[in-house]
């Protein structure tokens, strides 16, 4: 793969990285997230002082969005990571419900600027990047698959909410169930098919439309004054989006030559 097939790959990813940061720090401003359940609860840490600590990172990831699309801006999409990574890791410390799965379910979100960075190095190591993204966009489809298969509460509202909704059809809880089981083992099977050494565009393509549907499931459920929990898990489409650009190109210029 040439470096001249990363530009869009690129553009998908800093579109997306920003869109995530421009939605956590929302989070942040409006009702806090982990670190601050973390800090406060766990911790001992004043809540004043927690959030001071949170509503510094949220302006931080509000002023490394131009950064992202710079192109030498991998080192502030490495930071960006490393926030998204430590509020992966503070929900695990602070959740209820099998919390050891949110660093995969989550693994997308703070894969997603690594794979930027391998790609805006002065020698872009493009390899690299290409397989960022897939173990993040793996991980966060099995770790879900795994969530649903275990019939977490919280997806079964989000099918019951989305048939009434969308579709004025009034699916009862055990029929959700069941389609959440489906939906467990597809979510499973793309998980490990997109981790294969071959390219498989068509799983990509998949895992693209569906990770968009699911993110805008939240909005479909909580409503659109939930707008940042619909941006948080943009990157679960787009990650797998990048790797169709990427993976297209490729094989347009294999053609040629």
Known sequence: MSSCT?????????????????????????????????????????????LRVEH????????????????????????????LLV????????GTWHPELTPGG????YLAPLALAAFSLETPRERLGEWLLRVGAGATFLFHGIEALLGKAEFVDYLISAGDTLFAV??????ARTTLGIIGVLDVLAGVAILLPKRLRAVACWMA?????????????????????LLIRVTNGAVPLTLVILWAKGQRRETTE
């Open 6 to 50: 990363v530009p869009e790959a690129r553009y998908c990813l800093r579109v997306a990285i920003a869109l995530t940061c421009a939605g956590v720090a929302a989070q942040l401003l409006m009702y806090g997230g982990p670190v601050l359940t973390w800090l406060w609860l766990d911790q001992d840490w004043s809540e004043p002082a927690a």
């Open 56 to 83: 510094a990172a949220a302006y931080a990831l509000l002023a490394s969005i131009p950064f992202l699309f710079w192109r030498k801006g991998w080192a502030v999409a490495k930071l960006v990571a490393g926030w």
């Open 87 to 94: 509020s992966a890791l503070a929900e695990t410390l602070t």
């Open 106 to 109: 989550h693994a997308a979100r």
């Open 170 to 175: 009034n699916l009862s809880e055990s029929t």
């Open 209 to 229: 439309l569906w990770g968009f549907v699911t993110a805008l499931a939240r909005v479909v459920y909580l409503g659109w004054g939930n707008w940042p929990e």
